[in-house]
């Protein structure tokens, strides 16, 4: 059974940062592009970042750029997304997401494709 299993969401004033971590089991983490995305109240969902299985090609989109950062430890299984200057519009569910590496990790961060398993969501807010 695959699972990926969010952590390391809570409450931060504006300013400060979190570091999320995403625990994945029950696939060969190195065959996949992993990728973070976040959905607020009310909201669509909206892509976040997204690293590739193998040349650590990484991608952000434009809210979080110069923010925010991930990274992967394939011999852990996890992988991270490190966002610092948090702002209150940063306030959402966020959520992991695995997709066998088919395509450019970009190709589903910005939802041209779907991903194959997602996590449960960790809830970050941010006090102004």
């Known amino acids: 059974e695959v699972q990926l299993v969010e952590s390391g969401g809570g409450l931060v004033q504006a300013g400060g940062s979190l570091r999320l971590s995403c625990a994945v089991s029950?696939?060969?983490?190195?065959?996949?592009?992993i990728g973070w995305f976040r959905q607020a109240p009310g909201k669509e969902r909206e892509g976040v970042s997204c690293i590739s299985n193998t040349d650590g090609y990484t991608n952000y989109t434009g809210p979080v750029k110069g923010r925010f950062t991930i990274s992967r430890d394939n011999a852990k299984n996890t992988i991270y997304l490190q966002m610092n200057n948090l702002r209150p519009e940063d306030t959402a569910v966020y959520y992991c997401?695995?997709?066998?590496?088919?395509?450019?990790?970009?190709?589903?961060?910005?939802?041209?494709?779907?991903?194959?398993?997602y996590g449960q969501g960790t809830q970050v807010t941010v006090s102004s």
């Open positions: 997401a695995a997709a066998l590496a088919r395509f450019r990790c970009t190709y589903y961060l910005y939802g041209r494709y779907e991903y194959d398993f």
């Open positions: 029950g696939l060969t983490l190195d065959d996949y592009a």
